[in-house]
């Protein structure tokens, strides 16, 4: 079995904590960012923008796809930003097993939800850290108790 450098695998243990850390926030809160890409010239103006955000005990991924005029405030080409929807105790059927992959009624376009629970994003980032801790321990050569051979 390959073993990877020590500082490489510290470095992704650390990446995987934070990344827990943000995960574990989205059972009381609502955060994610939204990439947009708009082409606006043309005779079809045409607009794309997928969300993904995790959000009352779940991941979840809009995809938003849109034709027609142009909604104000958004720029030409590629954009980015962040959002978040405030504090919410997170809703007990969505946090263990609810699934979502459907579209959803939109004016002037299409959109389409995909949805999981949020233990299935934290699970595969619990791996690196629970090796970490593993690897610390080290065994003792203290085992048991000593025993005294006592000449005769």
Known sequence: MPVMPKRLFNIVALISLLILAVLLCGYFSEFGPVIRYSALGGVHPHSVAVEPGVQAGRVAIYVLDFSG???????????FQGWHGGLRLPELHRCFWEFDCHTLGARNGSLFLFAFPLWCAIAPFLVAPLLWLRRRRRPSDDRGFAVVVTPA
Not at 72 to 77: D, S, V
């Open 69 to 79: 005029s142009p909604v104000r405030g958004y720029p030409a080409g590629l954009s």
